[in-house]
């Protein structure tokens, strides 16, 4: 049985002040959900993260984590550094960074395999555009993007990953992928793992992501092979974030 998981984006939004209100809602509340919960903050706000939510069940993770190990890389940071902060998590390959900051399919696998090396589990975001999705080549790019990482580090590491499905046409857009299309690309993202390990695809927690809001969560996660969700604009709400973990839970 797969715990559901969700997880708030912040992006890169935040302040101190603002951030210590968000926490302390979600600490508070916590305990009284039957889902785990995560926040990926931005780095600079991981101790913050750490010092307030460390005595209660919600973890945090970093949005981005460098491919490389530490050394002469300005402006990175390693996967051993966000270990120091005590991150479960870090997303990789989310397609704001594939878009803005060319993050190839490559360059995904390597800082998946650089999280997963540290200890930390990486949410590794897919997903097609609007235009893809319109010549009806989903399938072929959801599966292109996981088997650049599944060649690279194999299907044993998805053990300990987490893949979120995220079409990019529903990325802070308002629109959402009807529960029938998410549930389709999850399924065909769970066999693609299970063709490499039955075990591994079966406990394999797949999120959506996409403009999920308190009003869509609970269709959403109702599907077979929807595991929770990566949330991003209603992650900055406490209201919108916490009722979306009670729809998981
Ligand atoms: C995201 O940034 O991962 C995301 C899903 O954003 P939103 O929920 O705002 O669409």
Redesign the pocket.
Known sequence: MRQKLVVG?W?MVGSLAANLTLLTRIKQAAPALACEIAVCVPFPYLAQARSVLASSPVAWGAQNVSKQPQGAHTGEVAADMLIEFGCRYA?VG???RRALYGETDDKAARKFAAAARAGITPIL?IGETLEERERGVTAEVVSRQLHAVLAQVGVAAFAAAVV?Y?PVW?????K?ATPAQAQEVHALIRACVAAGSAEVGAALRILY?????PGNAGELFAMPDIDG???????LVAEDFLAICAAAS
């Open positions: 984006n992006k997303i989310h397609s704001e975001c979120a995220e529903a990325i802070g857009t308002g959402t992501g996409g403009s999920v809001k969700g990566l949330i991003g604009g209603a992650s």
